[in-house]
Each structure stands twice: as C-alpha cells, then as structure tokens.
T-cell receptor, first 116, second 114 residues
Framework: GAVVSQHPSRVICKSGTSVKIECRSL??????MFWYRQFPKQSLMLMAT?????????EQGVEKDKFLINHASLTLSTLTVTSAHPEDSSFYIC????????????FGPGTRLTVT | AQSVTQLDSQVPVFEEAPVELRCNYS??????LFWYVQYPNQGLQLLLK??????LVKGINGFEAEFNKSQTSFHLRKPSVHISDTAEYFC????????????FGKGTTLSVSS
C-alpha cells in the first residue's frame, strides 16, 4: 500500500501559539486529502476534505479560521492549528486518496498535539 | 449521509476464543465498508474491506467479515484470538461517490487475556 508520513509525530506548544502539521504521500499522487481528529479513547472525527485544485471543505462545527488546511500539492497537505488552546489537544491524523481510486484511503501515523 | 454504529464499546475475551465485533451502518446510497485496527499510540491499519461481490471478505491476521445488506451489517469475526489482537477496532463506511471520506464508528476495544 501507499506510504503516508506526518511530521511532527508529537508536539507540545503553549496556549496561544500556532502549530503546523505536515502530511506527505511518499510514493503516489493524492487527489483528495482528509484531516481527522481523535480525542482519547474516541473515534476519528472528520474535520475537513480537500480535493485537488479546490479549497478545503470543513465539517460542521470545525472552525476554518482556526484549523487552516493547505493542499499545497498532490503530495503535501498541511494543517495549521492557530492560536491553540488546551482543548485543541488531540491526535490529528491525515488521510490521502490515490488518483483514480474512489475508495482507498491511506492514513498517516498521526500527530499528538498537546497544548499547555 | 452515512453513519456507523458499533454496538459494543468493549469486548473482553480469553485467548483462543472466537470473537465477533458488531457493526451496523446507515446509508441511502451504495457503500464501501472497512474495518481498521489501531494499536496504542499508532495510526490505523486496514484489516479488510468490502467493495462489491462476495459478501464474505477475508483480511489480514485471520480476520473476516460478512456484509449483510438486508441487515445493514458488517460484523468482524476471528475464530481464535491471540493476546496480540488486543487493540481498538473501527468500522468505517464511505459512499461509492468520488471524493467522499470514510466515516468511522466509535470503536470497539478488544481485550484478550490469557
């Protein structure tokens, strides 16, 4: 299967600062990228979807000005948590869909964000 | 829109016993169904998927699942579990329309003890 990397794997930041998380596909072109958030012992909640050539579409309840998503290229997506607060502490997971596939999603290993 | 209900939040079993993790879905369109496993502090690993065709699908690590359209279910089974199967299991659904994301159930914690 395809390989997806996320960087950093863990980050601790102070309240009020911004954090950028990178998601890269290492061996394929991703036409659709997804960002999920997972709170401890809970399921993955879809935050936003971005398709090639268009802006991200955010799920209801997700603040687009707080969680900035940039689909920079077919191999890179970034999630920036702006003015982070302790309640933003979570496990953030990106997922990519391969060009030509209508269903296959490959997941990154996740980024653990802790806001103090 | 699609939704997924995992009927058991926790399933404790003894080693070498059979296990079934239950999953029901709701959708107004045709769907694809998936089971993922997540070990502590790790990402998701695909166990198996149903796209079309045979309703019994086999996956990795000895797991299998059966798609039942009339009951809108996709239960995961393993005839004999190991300690190493202890993990969180997620059922997921997506429509067969391009660009739609996977929607996950709340997860089932499988705890295997000796």
């Amino acid at each position: 299967g395809a390989v997806v990397s996320q960087h950093p794997s863990r980050v601790i930041c102070k309240s009020g600062t911004s954090v950028k998380i990178e998601c890269r596909s290492l061996d394929f072109q991703a036409t659709t990228m997804f960002w999920y958030r997972q709170f401890p012992k809970q399921s993955l909640m879809l935050m936003a979807t971005s398709n090639e050539g268009s802006k991200a579409t955010y799920e209801q309840g997700v603040e687009k000005d707080k969680f900035l998503i940039n689909h920079a290229s077919l191999t890179l997506s970034t999630l920036t948590v702006t003015s982070a607060h302790p309640e933003d502490s979570s496990f953030y997971i990106c997922s990519l869909r391969v060009r030509g596939s209508s269903y296959e999603q490959y997941f990154g290993p996740g980024t653990r964000l802790t806001v103090t | 829109a699609q939704s997924v209900t995992q009927l058991d939040s926790q399933v404790p079993v003894f080693e070498e016993a059979p296990v079934e993790l239950r999953c029901n879905y709701s959708s107004s369109v045709s769907v694809y169904l998936f089971w993922y496993v997540q070990y502590p502090n790790q990402g998701l690993q695909l166990l198996l998927k149903y796209l079309s065709g045979s309703t019994l699908v086999k996956g990795i690590n000895g797991f299998e699942a059966e798609f039942n359209k009339s009951q809108t279910s996709f239960h995961l089974r393993k005839p004999s579990v190991h300690i190493s199967d202890t993990a969180e299991y997620f059922c997921a659904v997506s429509s067969n329309q391009a660009g739609t994301a996977l929607i996950f159930g709340k997860g089932t914690t499988l705890s295997v003890s000796s």
